[in-house]
């Protein structure tokens, strides 16, 4: 299992710090990881406060100083940037089919256990406002594998409410999505580690037309952490090389309970609907 990443530890800890402490923990999230990179003193003009306050910080993060910090963020952004291939080429844990298997048990556990249980509940509340808001179109958008959750949310949001779709594949129909979106549309951005441009791409121009962004993704933290409205980052802990989508999908499932929750009755009677509208068309 991997430790929680700097995000993570600052967004647990951020009760602990002082106003001006937590002004440097902003600061540090809206552009997560760049600004950890900046000297001492362009972090504090970043967060509007003095350069003690940024090694305070530091300090109550269980960090010795500013460049201990620093070293951490580095080494995070080394596993932030590994690929299936680099993590095959480290060297295999010893074991029997009976081990593999308990290993996936404990692996997958406290990974879901440690996602959902870091998660700040009003991250999650915000992220179901947008979703169950009737008067927001929403969009979704996956990677090379994480279209495969992106599209198991979209088949979920529809059955509850109207106006959700997929994000286009051609880049004419993207471009036309773009143009045609504004401040009452919601991109929900699936994009994790070797993140990919795309996505960082379609964030920026959705957020110029004041378009909100829900970001799903690890705990290094895509680089659309940056500019997005909420995130919900999940552990990618596999017994494999390949990082597990297993967290983010009980992040998935827990969202839509949620947002099933928001919505009531006005949810189950579009659900309701659907059912109908299958069934009078023959379609399973």
Same mark, same amino acid.
């Given at each position: ?182 401040? +009452? ?15 960082? +791409? ?83």
């Amino acid at each position: 299992m991997s430790e929680a990443s700097l995000a993570d530890t600052i967004r647990q800890r951020l009760g602990e710090c002082s106003p001006a402490e937590r002004k440097v923990a902003r600061a540090l999230l809206a552009a997560y990881p760049a600004a950890g990179l900046d000297t001492v003193a362009k972090l504090a003009e970043r967060a509007g406060t003095s350069a003690p306050t940024v090694i305070r910080f530091t300090v109550r993060m269980g960090f010795t100083g500013y460049p201990d910090f620093q070293s951490a963020l580095r080494d995070e952004l080394e596993q932030r940037d590994a690929s299936p291939l680099t993590l095959y080429q480290r060297p295999a844990e010893p074991g029997s089919e009976n081990d593999i298997l308990e290993r996936g048990a404990h692996v997958f556990t406290a990974a879901v256990q440690s996602s959902l249980s870091a998660l700040p509940p009003d991250d999650l509340r915000s992220a179901v406002r947008l979703l169950a808001d009737h008067g927001r179109r929403v969009h979704v958008l996956g990677g090379r594998f994480t279209h495969l959750i992106a599209h198991y949310l979209l088949l979920h949001l529809a059955q509850l409410r109207g106006n959700v779709q997929m994000f286009p594949v051609l880049p004419v129909e993207q471009a036309a999505a773009l143009a045609g979106s504004g401040r +009452k549309d919601v991109f929900v951005i699936f994009d994790y580690r070797r993140y990919e441009p795309r996505a960082m +791409k379609v964030a920026q121009r959705a957020k110029e037309r004041g378009g909100r962004i829900v970001l799903f993704t690890d705990t290094w933290l895509s680089p659309v952490a940056s500019i997005a409205d909420v995130v919900l980052p999940s552990h990618v802990d596999a017994p494999s090389p390949y990082d597990s989508l297993v967290p983010s999908l009980a992040l998935v499932e827990t969202t839509v309970a949620a947002v099933l929750a928001a919505l009531g009755e006005e949810g189950r009677e579009h659900m309701l609907a659907c059912e109908e509208a299958a069934r009078d068309a023959d379609l399973y």
